[in-house]
């Protein structure tokens, strides 16, 4: 697997000289990860200020890693080559295999990898994201890209692996590795997350997938997996199919497999990326009593109505209403006297006497350390106080429920450990 | 109500000189929207530029409206001070009444006012917003404030209140008018939602409640009405009374009223405000039957998860995945062909084939007006463009499961109509 995190030359089959095309965008950015690059196009004698090969066959010198750009009927010749020149490590970006209905085609590309000893991520994926040294197969631009951490993301959807993916750079939570891997003929979860369960660098694992096998559920885990699973019913089976050519499972199975292996999964996107959020930024709480302080009790109280089903989350007692002329000094106040294990801060950052005196309260939140989630809704200077929150590692959420739900799953979780 | 949202000329009782007291931030804010401005305080000879008054009493000239902001045991007596200098309209900003056990004092103050024809909105409130000239009684500063349209808030939750004005300035959608009642001692939603439905500037009115009443299912709506009830359970209701005094409810009754008045109820507050956006943005759809466009299917194969139990909603056909190397023309061309009633885009606007033609795409739909709402994730990139597609007005949203769950209660309504 390190090949494809840390590679030290990498071809680019279907590298593109026309700016918006996938094979360029792949090529700009494996050559800004600063590795040796080898874009391979019989039309191009150079793209981007790089020697351009006319194929595999014709580049000298050792390639760690080959990433795949070309239509799905020509992966397979590919493939053949990056055998014959010992190329050990392949994403195939390309889609049209087995989501389109092509079986046959994806098990020639499995059967041709075989053969080689080749190892194929893909097809039909974004590949591969190294958080320590950003090295990424990406067709992607404009992304806000996360600093270096502990949270590894394995996903068979591009899409939501990116939305993760600047999520966290957004939150202050870093990455250690990215894997999209599509329709997985080859190299699949159960290797994954192996993979990553012995992964020195990673402590948090956060999965998108549309078919999730047995075998998975024997692995060892003694690190919090997150899974995000769609594929439940009729429809989304039918989506999912046509998307990575999943089959489909039952999703209540798929939920009783995960209670029993005491794998976290989440009823939506929000809701997975909050688990997340928390248990990177607060880890897990060590009890589950829970406080309520605010200077605005709207949401709180709608916070409550979802604790009602939150079975995991004890309400130590009523809100703290601060009410609205609360001041930094209110809210240190409230903190120090209350021993909940875990305290929720609401917070109208727009109500004059707070904003008059938060920083106060930063400060303080900074130096003395709990179990703090806290919920602030508003607009632009909202925002600027949540990122304020994100850089001393304190979660905020918009949406109580959203809030609510994921600590229960997160206690529920310690509750099984 | 006139008097509430276009005051000539306003009374602020409990004027605070102190940068960061409500007394002084209501006090800025009123004289920023320009109306003759009468600051009472005891204590002061003048507060930001204007002559500072002991008492009402002391006030030469009519008073349109009095704000007030003093303990609530004084504002007895100030109610009585209004009533003398014929002053009809109040709001009273002050809490420490019903909703801190208070009974007796909330129901002398309603007492008094009723003694001289005085009407009361609050206590225990933020007071009004005039969406057309932005008068407003607020203590909160730093507000992103929308521009004049036809959405109407009524709210017992200041924080969710200002909330929602955030919410839609970010969003491109005008607020016509916007009332916090708090704990409703007098004017209360009864009298509010007759008013709204009657004045003209208001197309649509969303509401936050804690305690709703009989009375108000009996009115007449003709304009659609979305509520967020929180207190729907023993948890809630405890803190709906600490918050707003409201009276416990049974949900499964408000529910069963609102779907017999067709009154859109909202299950969290991101559905709340998901259901009014594409009301506000797109109005209501003509038909059910909906298509998803995308250039990145998962975000998609999750919201056909949500469809399965979205029973309004008919899934017209499969995903029309353009994958990943679409442009602007490839989503132009699959719009063209498609006569869905709805069309679900969902945009990966990271995917470099498509961040090089979008302007081309966005040209496009303004000129083009379909039933577009579009699903868009990820960092600040995306935020950009998401704001462009606030601008042609369509609705964007991150999380599938609200997308799918808002527009079904918006196509439940526009069945039951």
């Known amino acids: 697997m ?24 792949i090529l700009k950015n494996v ?43 020509e992966c397979i010749e590919v493939i053949e080559e990056c055998g014959r020149k010992n190329i050990k490590n392949v994403v195939v970006i390309s889609g049209g295999f087995k989501e389109s209905g092509n079986f046959f085609l994806e098990e020639k590309l499995r059967e041709k990898a075989k053969k080689y000893g080749v190892r194929i991520i893909g097809p039909n994926c974004i590949g591969v994201f190294n958080g320590k040294n950003n090295f990424n197969t990406f067709f992607q631009r404009n992304m806000d890209l996360p600093d270096f951490g502990n949270v590894a993301i394995l996903t068979q959807s591009g899409t939501f692996g990116i939305a993760l993916l600047e999520g966290f750079a957004n939150e202050n939570i870093g990455v250690s590795k990215f894997v999209s891997y599509g329709n997985k003929a080859d190299v699949d979860e159960v290797e994954l997350i192996k993979y990553l369960q ?50 489909a499972t039952n999703y209540e199975i ?16 929000e809701e997975f990326f909050g688990i997340i959020k928390i248990i990177a930024m607060r880890g897990i709480p060590k009890g589950n009593k829970l406080s309520v302080i605010t200077n605005g009790a709207g949401p709180s109280v709608l916070a409550c109505d979802f604790m009602e089903d939150a079975k995991y989350i004890e309400l130590k007692e009523d809100i703290i209403d601060l009410t609205g002329s609360a001041t930094a000094a ?16 609401t917070f ?6 707070l904003t008059e005196s938060f920083e106060k309260l930063y400060e303080w939140l900074e130096k003395n350390s709990r179990f703090y989630i806290s919920l602030a809704l508003g607009g632009k200077f909202v ?12 979660p905020s959420f918009e949406e109580p429920r959203v809030l609510i739900n994921s600590l229960n799953k997160i206690l529920e979780y310690s509750m099984r450990k």
Chains 1, 2 share one sequence.
Request: charged fraction near 30%; proline fraction near 3%.
């Open 383 to 394: 925002e600027e106080q949540r990122k304020k929150l994100a850089k001393l590692k304190i």
């Open 330 to 345: 209110d809210y240190i106040n409230a903190i120090e006297k209350n021993d909940a294990d875990i305290l929720l801060l």
């Open 31 to 73: 050559i800004e990860s600063g590795v040796k690059v080898y874009p391979v196009n019989p039309n191009r004698e150079e793209i981007l200020g790089k020697k351009c090969y006319k194929s595999l066959i014709d580049v000298d010198g050792e390639i760690d890693l080959a990433v795949i750009a070309v239509e799905a009927k």
């Open 2 to 25: 390190e090949k494809f995190f840390n590679p030290r030359s990498v071809a680019v089959i279907g590298a593109s000289s026309k700016k918006g095309k996938i094979g360029y965008e």
């Open 198 to 247: 012995d992964d020195m660098e990673t402590k948090i694992i956060a999965m998108y997938v549309e078919e999730i096998g047995r075998k998975f559920f024997e692995g060892n885990f003694t690190k919090p997996i997150v899974i995000l699973k769609s594929g439940r019913g009729k429809l989304g089976q039918r989506a999912a199919q046509l998307h990575t050519g999943a089959m």
């Open 348 to 353: 109208v950052f727009q109500d004059a006497p």
């Open 254 to 269: 798929f939920k009783g497999a995960c209670k029993q292996k005491n794998v976290i999964f989440a009823d939506d996107f």
